[in-house]
């Protein structure tokens, strides 16, 4: 068994993950904001990487965006947050990390790929929510005891 499914529950993890792909479905059907480009002129994935407080009753996830614009010259992440009132799960939409092309590849006109979006959602999302832990031996290292990924 993994961490995660020791610290949210692996029945909990997938519940969580699939109100946030719903809520977030949703918010894109009905033109929500900018919710709105998704699918239309953004791809969108959510990442499956998700922090949890230590009352697993607050998280951060991420939307990591390519641009599909033909003139597009950079892509965006989306912070997302939720919080958990009596047992339901409450979504909201936050801050975006721009990401202009130029800084990450020679070609601007091609979106990142998905796994360059992914090292930059770890290092402008979730560095912040990963904790240090010792080891058995004392030695430090990047502990994940708040922080919980879904395999999908």
Known sequence: MTF??????KNECHEIFNFLQNSVRSWTAN???YFSFLNVSKNYTIDSLMCFNEKKNKMVGAIPMQQL??????????????VKIDQDWYFLSGSTVV???E????DIHTPLSWEKLSELSMKHIFSGYLKRTKTVSGRSMIGFLIILSIKI
Do not use: T
């Not at 995660?4 to 529950?9: A, D, F, N």
């Not at 597009?72 to 947050?81: E, P, Y």
């Open 4 to 9: 995660m499914h020791r610290h949210v529950g």
């Open 69 to 82: 614009l033909p003139d597009g010259v950079q892509d965006d992440i989306w912070f997302l947050f939720g």
């Open 31 to 33: 033109g929500l904001g």
């Open 103 to 106: 800084y990450y590849q020679k």
């Open 99 to 101: 990401l202009p092309r």
